[in-house]
């Protein structure tokens, strides 16, 4: 499924377009800095699909370092899940 995250139709996001979640850190990094903020979320939520408790405490520091709340929250909530 496609997802328009860009303004103007520029740029496509597809979930399998990124390969790493390295990828996907360094786009929401890119995209935070030059504000494009539906490119942002769609990162947000592509990493937050792909939190578990083996990597829950990592993004959450990555995520409290970017401010991105709702990879926050779902790292916390993994966090606590498997304790």
Partial sequence: ??????PYDIIFFRDDG???LEE??????TS??????KCAKACDQFI???????????????A??????QIMRTAVREIILST
């Fill in 1 to 6: 499924m496609l997802k328009r995250f860009l």
């Fill in 64 to 69: 409290n370092i970017y401010g991105r709340m």
């Fill in 24 to 29: 996907a850190w360094e786009l929401l990094q």
């Fill in 48 to 62: 937050s699909s792909r939190t578990n408790e083996k990597n829950a405490r990592e993004f959450y520091e990555l």
């Fill in 18 to 20: 990124i390969t790493s």
């Fill in 32 to 37: 935070d800095m030059l504000g494009f903020i």
